[in-house]
């Protein structure tokens, strides 16, 4: 599988259940989990045997440019596994931003599990995610 966006999400922004900027958005580190293009919320994923092994904290400094969504690099605090992990970017919170919502509203937007450094196997302690400084950013629409 290459890094992709859920079909879910690309739908999801034009019908304004996402807001990049007012919304809690994180990311988690997810193993023994096969990507599926329907997902659409965390749930999904649990659902389907993924384990959430670590989230972060909502990401901060949002900037949208171009089409193009990037903010600060954020780290997971995870704990020991000797699973290949991926990174899944979701909307954690309502579209209005405010606490996490159940799992089965937390919105999907990406998966990443291809890159430097990924899958990852992680260790215990905090793992540091870096969004690539290229063109794309952490994604890029269109």
Not at 64 to 87: E, P, Q, R
Request: charged share 10%; net charge negative; glycine share 10%.
């Amino acid at each position: 599988m290459a890094n992709t966006l859920y079909t879910a999400f690309r739908q999801g922004i034009l019908d304004a259940l996402y807001d990049l900027n007012t919304a809690s958005i994180k990311v988690a580190l997810v193993r023994s989990y096969t990507f599926n293009a329907a997902h659409a919320t965390m749930a999904d994923i649990t659902s389907a045997g993924g384990v959430i092994n670590g989230t972060s904290a909502a990401l901060t400094n949002p900037v949208i440019t171009g089409g193009v969504y990037d903010a600060d690099d954020t780290t997971i605090t995870t704990t020991s596994s000797t699973s290949n992990h991926a990174l899944v970017l979701y909307q954690a919170s309502a579209v209005t931003g405010g606490a996490d919502v159940a799992a089965g509203s937390q919105r999907l937007i990406a998966y990443y599990d291809t890159g430097t450094g990924l899958p990852v196997q992680p260790g215990t302690g905090n793992l540091a995610i870096t969004w690539a400084n290229t063109t794309n950013k952490i994604f890029k629409i269109g």
